[in-house]
């Protein structure tokens, strides 16, 4: 039976029972930084929206366009809405459940694929160029050792566990990647960005995000599997039966992101959660990509409610779990292209329409100024 989706104030009481003070742990900087986030000014959503219906079309026919320009009013509090300078942070880290077989590709295409974003010929790389978005690349917790100018080195170990067969994290391991991720999004605000997306790499990650899935919405591992980078009827069994151990194994907490992100999770997925609470805190705007990017905003808004207010659901993959992970959010996707790559190509599509979001509320006439009747 699946879980239902909890109040923010029945959440918010149940990650400071649960995850604030379990085990004499200090979060202290993930604390302060989920104290940090507002909720959205709701003077500059109702004044968004009234100035929309002064613009010459008729009211509300842009539909989902008109509702993102109306949730970045509340998001900045400003109003008009300017083009905002764009950064995807794609998080890589390996995984020790890749050793169950559980991956059409080896562990080894996790490095490799990050050398090949920052020589900037990865399919990102081409969509954040259209854009106008610069790619931030961060080794989180790949097994290897790379070096390269423009990659962010925030390794906190040289990936996960074999969830199948024990922890994939300790639970300080966790906060720590939390944690790297705030201080980057802080980081990356100071240089002036102000519109961020989660974009990830890591060979075997949907498997940590299937089971992540399981617990946290309350569903069988079936409901939450998907095929992944395309891998065989085998390969799927052999993948559900490494979930199911995992579960069995780890028992993790359900009530406990915490729990659960360093149980079955991955480093890359703790490191986006801190972007995401880290944006949000700076009153930023994030849009979130696919499956796995999703895992980690679900686990953000378990820990903070109110920061979804401030993600930006770009697209809904091909990938089973990701439409259960946005309904377990109330996100309605803003496209569905059949995409199941990952690395925050999705979201690198959306930043497409948040700029088309802003500047018809910056270029559009009114009816009064374009002397056009209402009537």
């Known amino acids: 039976m699946a879980r239902s989706r909890l109040s923010s104030s029945t ?3 149940v990650c400071r029972k649960s995850c604030f003070n379990k085990e004499g742990h200090s979060l202290n900087k993930v604390d302060q930084t989920i104290e940090r986030i507002q909720m959205p000014n709701e003077s500059a959503r109702q004044e968004a929206s009234r100035y929309l219906d002064t613009l010459t079309k008729p009211m509300r026919s842009l539909g989902r366009l008109e509702e993102l320009a109306v949730q970045l009013a509340g998001i900045t ?5 300017d083009v905002m300078r764009k950064a995807i942070v794609v998080m890589a880290a390996d995984h020790g459940v890749c050793k169950e077989g ?23 790389n081409v969509l954040a160029r259209q854009a106008g978005a610069d790619v931030v690349c961060v080794d989180m917790g790949v097994n290897a050792d790379l070096q390269h100018e423009s990659l962010y080195v925030r390794k906190v170990k040289r990936g996960t566990g074999n969830i199948a067969i024990g922890e994939a994290m300790s639970r300080d391991e966790a906060i720590a990647a939390i ?33 992540m899935l399981a617990v946290l919405a309350g569903i069988e591992v079936e409901q939450a599997i998907g095929r992944g980078t395309g891998i065989d009827d085998i390969a799927m069994k052999r993948k559900r039966d490494a979930i199911e151990r995992a579960i069995a194994v780890n028992r993790p907490d359900a009530e ?26 700076r009153g930023c705007p994030i849009v979130i ?19 979804l207010s401030y993600m930006i659901p770009s697209h809904v993959s091909q990938e089973r779990g990701h439409r259960l992970v946005l309904e377990q959010l109330g996100l309605e996707p803003m496209m569905d292209l059949k995409m199941r790559l990952g690395e925050g190509t999705g979201a690198a599509l959306c ?3 948040v700029d088309a979001a ?3 509320m910056k270029e559009m006439a009114t009816f009064e100024g374009a002397g056009v009747s209402r009537e």
Do not use: C, W
């Open 11 to 13: 959440l918010s009481t």
């Open 256 to 281: 406990d992101p915490l729990d659960v992100l360093s149980k079955l999770g991955g480093l890359e997925i703790a490191g986006l959660v801190g972007v995401i609470l880290g944006a949000a805190a």
């Open 289 to 307: 990509d696919g499956f796995i990017a999703s895992i980690a905003a679900l686990t953000a808004a378990r820990l903070a409610p109110q920061s």
């Open 77 to 81: 509090g400003t109003l008009p809405l």
């Open 358 to 360: 802003v500047l018809i």
């Open 102 to 124: 559980v991956s059409a590709y080896p562990s080894e295409v996790t490095s490799q694929m990050v050398m090949n974003f920052l020589n900037g010929g990865a399919a990102i």
């Open 179 to 211: 944690g790297h991720g705030i201080e980057l999004a802080e980081e990356l605000a100071e240089k002036g960005y102000r519109l961020f997306a989660t974009g990830e790499m890591g060979i075997g990650n949907t498997t940590p995000s299937a089971a």
């Open 351 to 353: 930043f497409n329409l």
